[in-house]
């Protein structure tokens, strides 16, 4: 039997990139990455992808983008705004799939998600879940656990602070790193049957009084947790000028660690990959150089 084609959306994003190298380099079959920008995934092109035009926000680019994909990896997009248009992007992505003849969407969702009253990251999950069990295609929902490559833009300001602020609580938070995602979706996407929702962990939950501990270690600096309620999680995280639905997005994560959604252990990564989830220490380890500096 022929090898199905494989197809992932948003090759230009760091996730994307990486699951279309792995995929040749496993010579997985014919390979398309879509993105808005060709231009810039030319080296993709050389390696063997074969790379189209595609923009979630231009539901006409999608039937000539998706066209002949087999099973499709649907990287969500990182549209952070309260409008309601980063879910639009996805049924948009969702019904062309459904149009294009694609047998299997692997979807990149997050933890635990839930339906909330406004447009919100998690809800955009929650939602974009909905609309694919609805469209009768098998499916995967990746639901990935906080990347811990998002500490590497957390951390800096506690060290140089000596204080990590988080709305957590102190409960546990499975960190998984990308590159174990990215081997876990490259491997769904070539393998996965039926339906299924896959919570994609770290290989145990650590607090973030030990998150702290583990970056004083790791970079010699005294670094301490303080756990603050939510709202001033916000106030903090509005004040130091982040964009409001931004910080209603990682408040909202804490709050969720805090209420115990981000605390679980699965095996997905063994499971899919042979090999055993990178730990926060080995990763932190392994990123000292950018701590430090
Ligand atoms: N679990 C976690 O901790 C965690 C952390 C960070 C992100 N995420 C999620 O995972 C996704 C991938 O992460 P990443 O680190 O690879 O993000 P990234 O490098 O910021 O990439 C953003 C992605 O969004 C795509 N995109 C943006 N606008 C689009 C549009 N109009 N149409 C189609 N695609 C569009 C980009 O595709 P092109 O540039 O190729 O068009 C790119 O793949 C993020 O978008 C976010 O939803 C999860």
Known sequence: ???PTL??????GHLGRLVVETLLESGAGKVIGTTRDPSKLADLAAKGAEIRAADFDRPETLAAAFAGADRMLLVSTDVIEKTGRRLGQHRNAVAAA???GVRHIAYLSGPSPYPTPEPSLIGDHFWTEQAIAASGLDFTMLRDHIYADMLLFSLPHAIATGTLYTATGNRGRNYVSRADCVAVAAA???????KSLLEVTGPAPVTQDEVAALASEVTGKPVKHVALPAEAMRQGLAAAGLPPA????????????AEGFHAITTSVVKDWTGREPESVRDFLIANAAALKA
């Open 246 to 257: 931004m910080a209603e997005g990682l408040v909202a994560f804490d709050v969720a660690a």
């Open 188 to 194: 769904v996407l070539e393998r996965a049957e039926g």
């Open 98 to 100: 459904v149009k294009a």
């Open 7 to 12: 197809l992932v959306t948003g090759a230009g």
């Open 1 to 3: 039997m022929s090898q």
